[in-house]
C-alpha cells in the first residue's frame, strides 16, 4: 500500500500561526509554526497513526488529535491525500465520498 500524504491548512485567522508539533514512526517530531493561509505536508506509512499537539493564539487555544489512523481515514481521503483545514471551531477533513469538507474534531475548552 502507498504512503498517505496529510496536509494541514491553517484557516484560523489573519497574523494567526497554527503551532504544531506531530509524532509516529518514521515522520520527523520538529515542530512546525504554519502561517496563515499556509499548509505543512507529511507524508505517512499507511501503518501510521499521526498524532499532533496543536496551539494558536499565544498558545490559548490547544489540543491534541489524530490526524491520520489508516483504519479510520483511508477509505475517506481521496486517493492517499488527506487534507485538513484548521479553524476556529476545530479541524475539517476533506471527505472524498461526500466531496466536502466536514468537522471532525472540535478545540477542547
Not at 52 to 80: E, L, Y
Amino acid at each position: 500500500m502507498a504512503d498517505f500524504r496529510v496536509t494541514l491548512f491553517n484557516d484560523l485567522a489573519k497574523n494567526t500561526n497554527l503551532n504544531v508539533q506531530c509524532q509516529a514512526a518514521g515522520v520527523d517530531p520538529s515542530q512546525h509554526s504554519i502561517l496563515f493561509l499556509h499548509d505543512f505536508t507529511w507524508n505517512v506509512n499507511p501503518s501510521t497513526v499521526l498524532s499532533c499537539d496543536m496551539s494558536w493564539g499565544w498558545g490559548n487555544v490547544n489540543g491534541h488529535f489524530d490526524i491520520f489512523d489508516a483504519k479510520r481515514d483511508s477509505t475517506r481521503c481521496s486517493r492517499n491525500f488527506c487534507a485538513w483545514r484548521v479553524k476556529q471551531d476545530g479541524l475539517y477533513l476533506f471527505i472524498e465520498a461526500h466531496k466536502r469538507l466536514e468537522l471532525q474534531f472540535t478545540w477542547p475548552h
